[in-house]
């Protein structure tokens, strides 16, 4: 399985790793608040503090050389209420929000992993990311991406066209379908937060409620992680919505979610090890 980082996912890498010059240093330090826009090394707007980036950076891989971080699966639950299905989402990732929104909204629509090396074929496909309204950190954009399917000896891809308003300072979006085949429905929402994986060994009784409390109270040599929260719904266009073809389209469904998922855990583990 070939694994790839989004160039601007990348170049955060970079800068992680790379020591800046003196005078780069004292910019890094001069950065008043995260709302801020600045701009990364692919000339684009960003809204997150570049010099915690970079100490973040640091700090994971460090600690990754000790003891590598786990991700646990997904935790997914699923329910139906009159026809329509509802993915309840929770995952962990071992980055920082500012990293995991990059990997989630793929701002460059570049590829993330493909299913094998022989065939080259992507599990989903990003054909073209539209930019269709921007208010600062929010962008509404028009995604056409192309989902691979196999079933028994047959196989394909499935042409998707998604509506999303993504929020990089909140690091959130909504997304629904412009153009689907087989699914009247499909839409949901994701949502990053911080996780202050150190605060009880560094922080003792203190339990920091924002990412400034956090990095007070460890003395800057806190890791942050993030937690996604996710509602997918979705329900198959008539007659697909009928046995045992919808049974067919949910497995489908949840399962590619599921994958799609862990190659997002899969990839951040390339930014711990850089």
Not at 112 to 136: A, C, F, P, W, Y
Not at 144 to 163: E, H, R, Y
Not at 191 to 211: A, F, G, N
Not at 225 to 254: C, E, H
Request: charged residues 30%.
């Amino acid at each position: 399985m070939g694994v790839y980082v989004f160039p601007k996912f990348g170049s955060w890498i970079n800068q992680n790793v790379q020591q800046p010059h003196k005078a780069e240093s004292r910019r890094s330090e001069d950065v008043k608040s995260n709302s801020e826009s600045e701009k990364d090394t692919n000339n684009q707007e960003i809204y997150y503090d570049k010099s915690e980036a970079k100490k973040q950076g640091n700090l994971w891989r460090d600690a990754e050389k000790k003891k590598p971080w786990y991700d646990a699966p997904a935790k997914v639950k699923v329910t139906t209420e009159k026809g329509v299905y509802h993915m309840s989402i929770e995952l962990t990732v071992g980055l920082p929000p500012e990293g995991v929104y990059d990997l989630f909204a793929n701002p460059k629509n570049i590829p993330l992993v493909r299913i094998d090396d022989k065939t080259g074929r992507q599990l989903l496909e990003n054909k073209s990311r539209k930019v269709l309204k921007k208010d600062g950190p929010r962008e509404i954009v028009k995604l056409d991406k192309a989902l691979a399917w196999n079933f028994l000896f047959l196989s394909g891809s499935l042409p998707i066209t998604i509506i999303a308003d993504e929020n990089q300072k909140d690091f959130t979006a909504k997304y629904k379908k412009d153009k689907m085949m087989f699914m009247k429905v499909f839409e949901g929402s994701w949502k990053i937060e911080p996780l202050y994986v150190d605060s009880e060994r560094l922080c003792k009784q203190r339990l920091p409620k924002t990412r400034e409390e956090y990095k007070i109270c460890s003395g800057g040599q806190g890791k942050v992680a993030s937690k996604v929260t996710m509602d997918q719904y979705f329900q198959p266009d008539f007659p697909f919505n009928l046995p045992p073809v919808s049974w067919f389209i949910r497995g489908i469904t949840i399962n590619t979610t599921k994958k799609l998922l862990k190659m997002i855990q899969k990839t951040s583990v390339l930014f711990r090890d850089a």
